[in-house]
Each structure stands twice: as structure tokens, then as C-alpha cells.
């Protein structure tokens, strides 16, 4: 049974190299995910996409329903997910290009539906959230990445921003100062539902820009999408080693 998923972000909106066998429109409790699960052979391994805005990349990081995202993944049997999430980089060495799988978040997001615990509860549930991203996946992804002879930066902390407007230099000098090493619209609450229902989740970030301010003039949004286009052929590659098969 197929049970590692593919949640593609900004840039990743399909896999090329998918073999698709079939795809499952599923509803959920909590509404519509962002489109039908695309069940398909990658490398010879079977594997789920999802791609985050949609297919035709509609839908802003605010009004994503993660909660109906991983609701339909879990109950499509996946117990793994590897998200690709496109960032721009705070911390000097995180240039765009840069592929960085972080491993700490910090929540800067309003007003998102962020946990499956709120109705007809028979008691009030918390999580630990000590260490957000699942270790086993993020080392199988460096493991990956030390096949494919891909560079890739090892931890990190992923400010999560509302979106959908890129931040202020002032807003990243004091992400800066709390600790974030990369800022992204995506990552929460998504990290946090999948810890919710166990699912083990790891991140690979994509660096589209320096992050406000922490470059000459403004942030060309031309630039973010051909960096990510770019960036992108290297993320495949990773994704290919991480899954670990031998016959691509
Ligand atoms: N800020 C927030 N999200 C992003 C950025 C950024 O600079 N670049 C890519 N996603």
C-alpha cells in the first residue's frame, strides 16, 4: 500500500516524472482539499501527490485548507510526507537556490483553521510540538541528497508568515532576532496538523529570494519564479534518491 506522500508547493505543481495511475477526489470533514490525490509510480515506487495551491496554482497560502489536505492523505493510507515548500532566506548562507530541510518552526500565522481538535470533543487534546518535523524523514532526505550529490542545507528554523504579501524589512529583522533562518507562507499550520494525526513530515525548502531587505532594493517576483523553476529540476532529482530506488 502506498503510504509516502508528495505535497508540492510554489514551483511544484506536477511531477514529470510521475507515472500517473489513477486520481481520488476525497472529501473530508473539513471541507475540500486543494484537488484530487494523484496516486502514481515514481521511480518505480508508488507514491501520492498533492500539490498545495492547487493544480493550476489558485489558491493563496491563507486560504489553503491544510486541515482537509492531510485529513485526505491519512485517510488514503499515507503515514510519510515529504512537503516542498518555496521560502526566501534570512540567514546569510541561504541563498536563493539553496535547498534547506528545516528543522524548527516558529508560527507567525492568524486566523488558519490550525488543529483537527475543536469540535465534539470528549476531552481536550494537546500535542507535544517540542521537535515539529519528523527526524526519520528529514535524515532520509539528507540521505537523499548525499546520493543524488545534491547540496542541501541541515536544519534550520521556518518562520511561517501569513501571506499572501511578501514581509517588511522590519518584520524579517525581527524574525531575524527571533531565531527564523528562513521565512515561508506554508509551513504552519501544516506541520502542526500532521503531528496531530501522526504523520511523520519532513520539508524541504526551497530558497526563491533573499528575504526583505537582506538585498540590494526590492524583491522582483519574476526572479522568485524563474529561481524556483530552476531550483526545481534539482528538488525532482532529490525527491527521485530520497524515495530510494534504484531504477530511475
Ligand atoms: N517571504 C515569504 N514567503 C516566501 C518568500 C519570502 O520572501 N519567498 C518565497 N516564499
Known amino acids: 500500500m502506498v503510504d509516502l506522500a508528495i505535497i508540492g508547493g510554489t514551483g511544484l505543481t506536477s511531477l514529470y516524472n510521475l507515472k500517473i495511475i489513477r486520481r ?26 498533492l500539490a498545495r495551491h492547487g493544480y493550476g496554482h489558485t489558491i493563496p497560502p491563507h486560504m489553503v485548507n491544510y486541515r482537509a489536505n492531510l485529513w485526505a492523505l491519512k485517510h488514503a493510507g499515507i503515514k510519510r510526507i515529504i512537503s516542498i515548500c518555496a521560502v526566501g532566506g534570512i540567514r546569510g548562507d541561504i541563498d536563493p537556490g539553496s535547498l534547506v530541510i528545516p528543522d524548527q518552526i516558529i508560527d507567525y500565522t492568524w486566523s488558519r483553521h490550525h488543529t483537527f481538535f475543536e469540535k465534539d470533543l470528549t476531552h481536550v487534546t494537546h500535542i507535544d510540538f517540542t521537535h515539529p518535523y519528523c527526524e526519520e524523514m528529514r535524515s532520509a532526505i539528507a540521505e537523499g541528497a548525499a546520493s543524488a550529490g545534491i547540496d542541501i542545507i541541515q536544519g534550520g528554523t521556518y518562520g511561517a ?9 522590519a518584520e524579517i529583522n525581527r524574525m531575524a532576532r527571533d531565531g527564523c533562518d528562513m521565512v515561508g507562507m506554508t509551513g504552519m499550520p501544516e506541520v502542526a496538523l500532521a503531528k496531530e ?6 520539508a524541504c525548502a526551497v530558497c526563491a529570494n533573499k528575504a526583505a531587505g537582506r538585498s540590494e532594493g526590492i524583491i522582483e517576483i519574476s526572479k522568485i519564479e524563474t529561481t524556483l523553476k530552476e531550483s526545481m529540476v534539482r528538488v525532482r532529482q532529490l525527491l527521485e534518491h530520497t524515495i530510494n530506488s534504484t531504477s530511475c
Open 161 to 169: 508568515t501569513q501571506g499572501p504579501r511578501l514581509e517588511s524589512a
Open 197 to 202: 494525526i501522526d504523520l511523520c513530515y519532513a
Open 24 to 49: 481520488e477526489v476525497v472529501h473530508t470533514p473539513y471541507g475540500e482539499p486543494s484537488g484530487a490525490l494523484t496516486i502514481g509510480e515514481l521511480c518505480g515506487n508508488e507514491v501520492v501527490f
